[in-house]
């Protein structure tokens, strides 16, 4: 490892990506703000997913102090279809740290950034290096695949002892002149030549100091997700104009937003089958069943809302696309 040419790698990695790397609008700017937001939601969310929603969701929020005098309303449905809605309550919580601990500038140290809620080391890295062109490291999915076959790391990389090579390693191989595009080029090159399955070495910009023996078995993880089947019986209660809502509560994943009323299995038997939806949320593969009933009462939060008022709340994705289907429009 000490012979190996970290600096030789880093600046070949740089010239591919100067004359190949691909253009999005977040690497268009170098306003921290509109980077942290273009982290945040490239977290869980797909590039083109991001693509279609990130500017438009700029233009709502251009900074800190927008986010941070929204309603948690208006900040979550904002966020519909991005999914993972904590991100933007973390969001959310970091503008508002900004505007009232940094007067609304955006911090500019290692430190303040970290700090911020949501905040990791990744972002903290991302954030340095794509905001202020600083050499700061960073590691997620993409660059530790690279890592990992770049120097055929054959333990896990999802432990402690993992992650702590992957920091290393990432700090080792950093490049001082032009951070903001080495960064950059690590994290494209895992999701383009070097992405999961088998990668096409052939086109790779490092190829020649490649160790991976087999690297379509790289990287290695200790813990696999297991998906849990569940079964959900809901009903659809429209009486005049008003739907029947639950809002979630607090300490639930979606706090704060709206869902149709959940009911037993046993308590939806006799009601008539609307639709069924199938959707995988985090580490479940959910099946919705979806009854009419036309005289529920509310029970736990649930309430009537006007049927005019549900494009202004938030909503999860799932119950979104169930409403458009069943609704008359
Ligand atoms: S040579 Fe292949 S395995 Fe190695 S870094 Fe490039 S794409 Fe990945």
Redesign the pocket.
Known sequence: MSNFPFNQVAHALVQWFNEQGKDYPWRRTENPWSILVSEIMLQQTTIPTVLARYEAWMAQFPEPKALAEATEEEALRSWEGLGYYRRVRALQAAAKTIMERHGGQFPRTATDIRALPGVGDYTTGAVLSFAYNEPAPLVDANVAR?FS??FNYTQPVDTPSGQKWLWAMAAKMLHQSQPRAYNSALME?GQS??SGGI???IL?P??EW?Q?TK?EELPIKSRRMQLTAVEHHDILCIVGQSILLEKQAGGKRHEGMYRLPRRTAAHTAGLSLLMKQKYSITRYKVTRYLYQETDAAPINGEEFIPLEELERLPLASPDRKCLHKVLPR
């Open positions: 690279v076959r770049l090159l030549h070097c990668p096409s070495c790779c490092v190829r490649c991976a690297p």
